[in-house]
């Protein structure tokens, strides 16, 4: 007989998890277990994450030799939220395409599992490759696997001839295809339209559960919350602040993430004065980064391109008005309530588009939006419940697990 609580075991396939070293890395995935995993069985999070090798070093076949050895020292399970198990599988791989580093993360899996498949019925994975592959690659024949794919860097894994073969295969075996926005969907239309009929939307899940103790009365603490690499903007968010602060003394900047441009903004801020107003945190865990979304005035979010843009929905969930580009993802999740959100800027080099767009905002503000509306057709979008909901249909046919509880 057929144990019911078994049919609604999941695996989570994913090359990105938070770590004690950085703890922001793959929040998204850790939401989407917190959010799915209540109405599940039991779940097991397969977190396989690269150890770049040379193959082609003399010694490599001692390196992957002693790794073998090693691995079931490393894949231990232990916690993690709503009641899921972790395994960490680092996975030794070469780095000359996307379709490489899914070869290394699948075949290291294989290891760690001892050669048997992933015993789960239903398994989920993160991004096409390295959580799409290694998924089709290790789950049982007889298991229904879906793959969520919401990489902002997607035309550069399909620009690889071999990465592409590849993701197309993963999209051909693969049970269910999920997207997080119109974009890429788009995009994997294009590349494969014999199989575009499987992609499907469903958005990364948003906590609504912790709004703010207060309103936001004025718009005087700025915050960021992102990687601070080119592609973000941030080096226009700078400009753009310090251009304010010389309006306004009591602006304040917070700039919540890590990345290779942190010490020349850190260095610009001195040159333009602004030292003692701006804040660079590094990066934070999410229920930190959240708090501070709480405790600020405005998200300012000037990225050139967006999947999806989790952090400008987390920051109308918090009650914080949102001063967004118009970069993709933005235009689909706020749609018909942008105005009710705060303001949208055009995508520009020039930083006195967001000056000009902060003076729109602050003009409007409060009685030209309306946060509390916005932020319930969020949630009904994009809420935790939701979403995991969406993905309890696709996962579980009908009458499969009766006695599943509903998701918090």
């Known amino acids: 007989m057929t144990n019911r609580a078994h049919d609604r075991d999941v695996a989570v396939v994913t090359p990105w998890y938070p770590t004690p070293e950085h703890k922001a890395r793959g929040a998204f995935v850790e939401g989407m277990v917190r959010a799915t995993a209540p109405g599940c069985g039991e779940v097991t999070v397969y977190h396989t994450y690269s150890w770049i090798v040379d193959p ?68 989920h994975a993160h991004v096409g490759l390295r959580g799409g592959w290694t998924a089709v690659e290790n789950a049982r ?46 995009q994997l239309a294009e590349a494969f339209p014999a199989l575009s009929h499987k992609i499907e939307m469903i958005s990364n899940p948003i906590f609504f559960d912790e709004p703010r103790s207060r309103p936001v009365t004025e718009l005087r603490r700025w ?43 850190a260095t610009r801020a001195v040159e333009l004065g602004v030292e003692d107003a701006v804040t660079l945190t ?33 920051a109308l969930a918090a009650g914080l008005p949102v001063l967004v580009t118009r970069c993709g993802g933005p235009q689909v999740t706020l749609a018909g309530v942008e105005e009710a959100a705060g303001e949208m800027i055009d995508v520009d080099d020039d930083p ?18 309306d946060l509390p509306e916005a932020r319930r057709v969020l949630d009904e979008r994009y809420g935790h419940r939701t979403v995991a909901e969406e993905h309890y249909r696709h996962w579980f046919p009908a009458g499969a697990g009766d006695d599943r509880t509903e998701a918090p």
């Open 141 to 186: 024949p007889d298991a229904r696997v879906f793959v969520t794919e919401h990489a902002s860097f997607l035309a550069q894994v399909l620009a690889e001839p071999d990465s592409r073969e590849m993701y197309g295969e993963v999209l051909e075996r693969c049970t269910g295809f999920f997207v997080v926005s119109q974009t890429l969907r788009e």
């Open 223 to 265: 915050l960021y919350v992102g990687g601070l690499i080119e592609h973000k903007g941030v080096r226009q968010l700078l400009e753009a602040f310090a251009k304010c602060h010389a309006e306004d003394r009591e602006l304040t900047l917070t700039m919540v993430g890590d990345g290779v441009l942190a010490k020349e903004l």
């Open 56 to 123: 082609e070093a003399a010694d490599a076949d001692a390196v992957a030799a002693a790794h073998r050895r090693l691995l079931p020292l490393a894949a231990r399970p232990e916690p993690t939220v709503a009641g899921a198990r972790l395994l960490r599988v680092p996975a030794l791989s070469g780095r000359k395409s996307f379709a490489e580093l899914a070869l290394g993360h699948a075949s290291w899996l294989r290891e760690a599992l001892g050669g048997e498949p992933i015993p789960a019925p239903v398994v």
């Open 282 to 314: 590094g990066a934070l865990p999410p229920d930190e980064a959240l708090r501070r979304m709480r405790e600020h005035d405005v998200l300012v979010h000037p990225s050139r391109g967006e999947t999806f843009g989790v952090a400008i929905i987390e």
């Open 352 to 369: 006195e588009t967001i000056v000009a767009g902060y003076r729109r905002l602050r003009e409007r503000f409060p009685d030209g939006l």
